[in-house]
């Protein structure tokens, strides 16, 4: 069974840091664009950040920009979202995906994604 778990979530106080991790299993994806979507209550699904199998090509939502930073570690089949600097509107659930394609690079539409973890609410206090 293929899994995406997500972990790290929490509350956090504006211009604090939180480290969210997302752990695949059942299969790997070290071939495909991983990518990391929020969404907050009562807006829909938008697109955070992605990075492409080797790391090479990675994109940013302009709102987190130098704050956030997204990573992988291919031998432990995990992505990462260091989050510094939080803003109250970083408030969501937020969701690690794997992009259907292989060797992409990292696109910002949620249905060019076909797997989707459960979700880890990040809550920020101002």
């Known amino acids: 069974q293929v899994q995406l778990v997500e972990s790290g979530g929490g509350l956090a106080q504006a211009g604090g840091s939180l480290r969210l991790s997302c752990a695949a299993s059942?299969?790997?994806?070290?071939?495909?664009?991983m990518g990391w979507f929020r969404q907050a209550p009562g807006k829909e699904r938008e697109f955070v950040a992605g990075?492409?199998?080797?790391?090479?090509?990675?994109y940013y939502a302009d709102s987190v920009k130098g704050r956030f930073t997204i990573s992988r570690d291919n031998a432990k089949n995990t992505v990462y979202l260091q989050m510094n600097s939080l803003k109250p509107e970083d408030t969501a659930v937020y969701y690690c995906?794997?992009?259907?394609?292989?060797?992409?690079?990292?696109?910002?539409?949620?249905?060019?994604?076909?797997?989707w973890g459960q979700g880890t609410q990040v809550t920020v206090s101002s």
């Open positions: 995906a794997a992009d259907r394609i292989y060797y992409s690079d990292p696109r910002d539409r949620p249905n060019d994604y076909n797997y």
């Open positions: 059942g299969r790997t994806f070290n071939y495909n664009v």
């Open positions: 990075i492409n199998w080797n790391g090479g090509r990675i």
